[in-house]
């Protein structure tokens, strides 16, 4: 896959972006993540330029995502498209899971019994971090699996980096880009999609079903469904800040 991508035409693109190891270089610590200066403004002039068509699509919640980029306040799918806010502000996220409160209290438990790990709420999800104990990647997974059960049906297990998450069962990546799509103002243009884990798959399969364009970050070996690639979060800022004029 080639490193240099070719430049989008603003007038005729929907620009969608993953945050973490996309935009942000991946931190120790979910807090630990460092937004640089000059990045909520390339964001600002690339959606002026694309006519409002820029939407970030996050594992992260929307005030999470808020805090990063204030006080640009973005169009924005969070939590992997449980929730959503609109280019023109509306809400059209799901509500959150009736057993999430329960499932929370089993994950917390466990966590709570092994040093290292962090338990992510972000009201529509939970998220168990291992990356400071790798070697608990199973067992994490395991009772993860197990907490599901709590939940008929409702949550879905959600591998990502170091991170196992139980999310809505209706929400993913690639249907809340088809939810932007069909709205203004990124209704008509061609999608154009960057990411870099397992969650962004799906997105990379809904711009591929709408003949756009689908970017992975990094140079993982994982199959992947993008057709693109750059090599890490540094080079997907230099290329967003050429595509909005800055360079
Ligand atoms: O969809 P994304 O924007 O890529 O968000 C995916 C998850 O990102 C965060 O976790 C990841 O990044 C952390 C900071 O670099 C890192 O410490 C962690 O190991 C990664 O898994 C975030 O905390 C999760 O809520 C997002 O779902």
Redesign the pocket.
């Given at each position: 896959m080639p490193n240099r991508l070719a430049d989008i035409s603003h007038d005729r693109t929907a620009v969608f972006l993953?945050?973490?190891?996309?935009l942000?270089n991946?931190?120790?610590?979910?807090e630990?993540?460092v937004v640089p200066e000059d990045l909520p403004r390339t964001l600002d002039r690339l959606r002026e330029a694309c006519g409002g068509a820029l939407a970030l699509v996050?594992?992260?919640e929307i005030a999470t995502v808020d805090g990063f980029f204030a006080p640009l306040r973005l169009a924005v799918a969070g939590v992997h498209g449980a929730e959503i806010r609109l280019a023109d502000g509306r809400d059209v996220g799901l509500p959150p899971h009736p057993h999430l409160a329960e499932v929370t209290a089993r994950l917390q438990s466990f966590v709570e019994r092994n040093e290292g790990l962090i338990l992510?709420k972000?009201g529509r999800a939970v998220?168990i971090?291992f990356?400071q104990v790798p070697e608990l990647c199973q067992a994490v997974e395991n009772v993860a699996r197990e907490a599901l059960s709590l939940a008929d049906d409702g949550l879905e297990l959600q591998l990502?980096?170091?991170?196992v998450?139980l999310r809505p069962a209706r929400a993913d990546k690639g249907a809340a880009i088809d939810i932007f799509m069909e709205t203004e103002p990124f209704r008509g243009r061609e999608p154009l999609f960057i990411g870099?884990?397992w969650?962004d798959e799906s997105a990379f399969q809904a711009v591929n079903a709408r003949g756009g364009r689908s970017i992975r970050v990094g140079r993982d070996i994982r199959p992947t469904e993008a057709k693109e690639n750059l090599p890490d979060a540094d080079a997907v800022r230099e290329w967003l800040a050429r595509m909005a004029g800055q360079v």
């Amino acid at each position: 896959m080639p490193n240099r991508l070719a430049d989008i035409s603003h007038d005729r693109t929907a620009v969608f972006l993953d945050v973490d190891g996309t935009l942000l270089n991946i931190a120790e610590r979910p807090e630990g993540v460092v937004v640089p200066e000059d990045l909520p403004r390339t964001l600002d002039r690339l959606r002026e330029a694309c006519g409002g068509a820029l939407a970030l699509v996050t594992g992260r919640e929307i005030a999470t995502v808020d805090g990063f980029f204030a006080p640009l306040r973005l169009a924005v799918a969070g939590v992997h498209g449980a929730e959503i806010r609109l280019a023109d502000g509306r809400d059209v996220g799901l509500p959150p899971h009736p057993h999430l409160a329960e499932v929370t209290a089993r994950l917390q438990s466990f966590v709570e019994r092994n040093e290292g790990l962090i338990l992510e709420k972000k009201g529509r999800a939970v998220a168990i971090h291992f990356r400071q104990v790798p070697e608990l990647c199973q067992a994490v997974e395991n009772v993860a699996r197990e907490a599901l059960s709590l939940a008929d049906d409702g949550l879905e297990l959600q591998l990502g980096k170091m991170v196992v998450e139980l999310r809505p069962a209706r929400a993913d990546k690639g249907a809340a880009i088809d939810i932007f799509m069909e709205t203004e103002p990124f209704r008509g243009r061609e999608p154009l999609f960057i990411g870099d884990d397992w969650t962004d798959e799906s997105a990379f399969q809904a711009v591929n079903a709408r003949g756009g364009r689908s970017i992975r970050v990094g140079r993982d070996i994982r199959p992947t469904e993008a057709k693109e690639n750059l090599p890490d979060a540094d080079a997907v800022r230099e290329w967003l800040a050429r595509m909005a004029g800055q360079v």
